[in-house]
Nanobody, 122 residues
């Protein structure tokens, strides 16, 4: 069973930065997997934030374009989310997700981490 563990969340002031990390274990051929970050704010539905393909092609939701950057280290089985110029609207629990099927990473990834909380104060 694939396991994903996130870290790097915390509390920052508006305009600050955080780097989230996610390590995958019990996973074979990590470089062939699609990886993504999702977030869920209190009282709201979980939303897709960003994803990266096995070829390291990245896409982002419009709300974070130009501020967030996703990257991956296949040797370490890691995926990162560098977040800059954070605003209170970015406050949410952030989840790492993985799937080997390209069609599902943006909708219903098969594997999820437990999440890490990001709180941005004004």
């Amino acid at each position: 069973q694939v396991q994903l563990v996130e870290s790097g969340g915390g509390s920052v002031q508006a305009g600050g930065s955080l780097r989230l990390s996610c390590v995958a274990s019990q996973i074979s051929g990590y470089s062939n997997w699609y990886m993504a970050w999702y977030r869920q704010a209190a009282g709201k539905q979980r939303e897709w934030v960003s994803s990266t393909t096995p070829a390291s092609k990245s896409i982002y939701v419009d709300a974070v374009k130009g501020r967030f950057s996703i990257s991956r280290d296949n040797a370490q089985r890691m995926v990162y989310l560098q977040m800059s110029n954070l605003s209170p609207e970015d406050t949410a629990r952030y989840y790492c997700a993985a799937d080997y099927r390209s069609g599902y990473i943006l909708t219903e990834p098969r594997y999820w981490g437990q999440g890490t909380q990001v709180t941005v104060s004004s």
